[in-house]
């Protein structure tokens, strides 16, 4: 596991959509930054959905604040390989983190 002890390397993609020269609606990503974060297993759930079976794994990462970043839900989080939507972001009072993510993938 990389990292430093217990903060692993996160990467934060910006998600917009624009149109492209045929007028087609086109989503495109952009890595924004990378930065360490506290990262804590939600747990799983398996679902049902129009009857196909759905799997959600929430995770919560604790980032450091920075006032030059507006990250929103528009936002994905990639750890270890996999996308994570984002789902709420909160502004917590501790002295290291001031930014709660919680996010699905």
Do not use: C
């Not at 990389?2 to 952009?30: P, R, S, W």
């Not at 390989?81 to 996010?103: C, D, Q, V």
Request: proline fraction near 1%; glycine fraction near 10%; charged fraction near 30%.
């Amino acid at each position: 596991m990389a990292g430093i002890g217990t903060f692993k390397l996160i990467k934060l993609y910006q998600y917009t959509v624009a149109k492209d020269v045929t007028g087609n609606n086109t989503e495109t990503e952009a890595l924004r930054f990378r930065t360490f974060a506290e990262v804590k297993d939600g747990g799983g759930s398996l679902g049902s959905d129009h009857s196909h079976n759905t799997l959600s794994n929430e995770k919560t990462f604790k980032i450091r604040y920075r006032p030059d970043w507006n990250i929103g839900t528009k936002w994905k989080i990639k750890y270890f390989g996999k996308m994570y939507g984002i789902t709420s972001i909160e502004r917590i009072n501790e002295k290291r983190f001031n930014w709660l993510i919680r996010a699905e993938g």
